[in-house]
């Protein structure tokens, strides 16, 4: 699959400090809302039928491997030929595509009936100790009525092993205020740019960290910088501030506390915390964290720092709430929000990923969770200084990760889970 460069966009009006662009009002269709999705396995209804056969591997033909493998799951023997699969539904739906990293290539072809080219979507390398299971996303806002998928095999093992439509209902017309100016901050051919944070450092620069990489998930991958001196109206070159050779740094955060030192996170053989006391221009070496998610910490009005994450222990996820009075360096009161059993497939229990905690007076806290099973973020809450929380419960809201701000600065109190 041919790899499509990612761009860094920043909306100049969309930010109260920014000096240049204009916000205007337009109409735009509503944000769609998604329902319960649904999960195909039933392979074997694919024509032709003769190409498919249920546990048994014979060259050029398709083998949906039932008895080995946990879900029905179908592969390709040598050069098969193109399967057609047709779903049976009407509505406009969402695409995702459930297969499996190994230490070996994994790939498949797939087109919608009326296209004329195959998205060939490759899963990424793994060890031989660990194996993954992944999901694309191969197509948005399908109508549905009537359409067909074709299923290729590209010489590879295929390793499809389902299809998950998530239903779209419209949202209707809504007017919202839109950006008219935008600028590019990093664009390259060849390479991938993911996970951007923004901050304003204590000089009034803004500063843009990321990921850049050559793919999703790859061992290039590294934290790279961006700068501007003039509200984002021109950036500097990218330079990178962190990078293991041996591993995959990702999912960059980026806060700046308030005696002006910049915090920036990262998910490197665990999580780290690196800080600068020079707005970015030389960086102490980064030190552990005990919980991760996207984002990052925050800084709490008592000048102590928290970060939301999650930790694996003795096969339970938990969702934990850490706190750190040295900027990260030393982390305590890890406060629990909630737990759930190991990321599972096929999805058929919550797993709570990718936390955002926001504490909204000096007793209530809110969280919001990832969580694939159904793509809808989950919501707890605590009142009592986060002591104790809510179980999460699914809100309306449908997609990863979530970020929450508040709008309206009014104090908050001194929510610190040092004194708790």
Not at 60 to 88: C, E, F, H, I, S
Not at 264 to 277: E, F, K
Not at 333 to 348: F, G, K, Q
Not at 364 to 374: E, T
Request: include cysteine; proline fraction near 8%; aromatic fraction near 8%.
């Amino acid at each position: 699959m041919s790899l499509v460069t990612t761009l860094l966009i920043l909306g100049l009006a969309g930010c109260s400090l920014a000096q240049t662009g204009q916000l205007e009002l337009r109409e735009f269709d509503g944000a769609p809302r998604h329902g319960d999705p649904i999960i195909r396995e039933d392979f074997e209804r694919c024509e032709p039928a003769d190409a498919v056969l249920l546990d048994e591997r014979k060259p050029d033909t398709w083998v949906l491997r039932t008895k080995d493998w946990p879900t029905p799951l179908l592969n390709a023997m040598g050069n098969p030929p193109d399967l057609t699969y047709d779903p049976q539904l009407t509505g406009i739906y969402d695409i995702h595509i459930g297969t499996r990293g190994t230490d070996f290539p994994v790939a498949i072809g797939l087109r919608l009936a009326g296209e004329d080219e195959f998205t060939i979507i490759s899963s990424p390398r793994e060890t031989t100790r660990v194996h993954r299971d992944w999901e694309y996303c191969f197509r948005r806002e399908v109508p549905m009525d009537g359409e067909k998928i074709i299923i290729h095999a590209t010489g590879v093992a295929a390793y499809l092993d389902y299809i998950k439509f998530v239903p779209i209902v419209g949202g209707g017309k809504t007017q919202l205020r839109a950006a008219t100016d935008h600028v590019m901050i990093a664009s390259d051919e060849g390479a991938h740019f993911a996970f951007p944070g923004v901050a304003r450092l204590k000089n009034g620069s803004l500063a843009v960290v990321f990921r850049e990489g050559t793919a999703h998930v790859d061992p290039s991958g590294k934290v790279a910088m961006c700068i501007s001196t003039d509200n984002g109206r021109t950036w500097s070159p990218r330079r990178t501030i962190y990078d293991d050779p041996k591993t995959d740094e990702r999912d960059p955060g980026i806060c700046r506390h308030s005696d002006g030192t910049l915090l920036v996170s990262m998910a490197s053989r665990g999580a780290r915390v690196m800080r600068s006391a020079d707005n970015g221009e030389t960086w102490d070496e980064p030190t552990r964290a005990p919980v991760f998610s996207p984002h990052g910490p925050r800084e709490l009005p008592d000048g102590s720092i928290y970060w939301c994450g999650i930790s694996t222990r003795m096969g339970i996820n938990h969702v934990k709430i850490a706190t750190s009075q040295d900027l990260g360096r030393t982390w305590e009161a890890e406060r629990t929000v909630a737990l759930s059993l190991p990321y599972h497939r096929p999805w058929v229990r919550p797993f709570w990923d990718e936390p955002w905690a926001i504490p909204l007076d000096e007793n209530r806290w809110l969280v919001l969770h990832r969580v694939d099973m159904d793509g809808y973020l989950y919501a707890n809450a605590s009142s009592d200084g986060g002591r104790t929380f809510t179980s999460p419960v699914r809100t309306p809201m449908w997609g990863c990760p979530p970020f929450v701000m508040r709008l309206e600065e009014r104090p908050v109190g001194n929510p610190s889970l040092r004194e708790r």
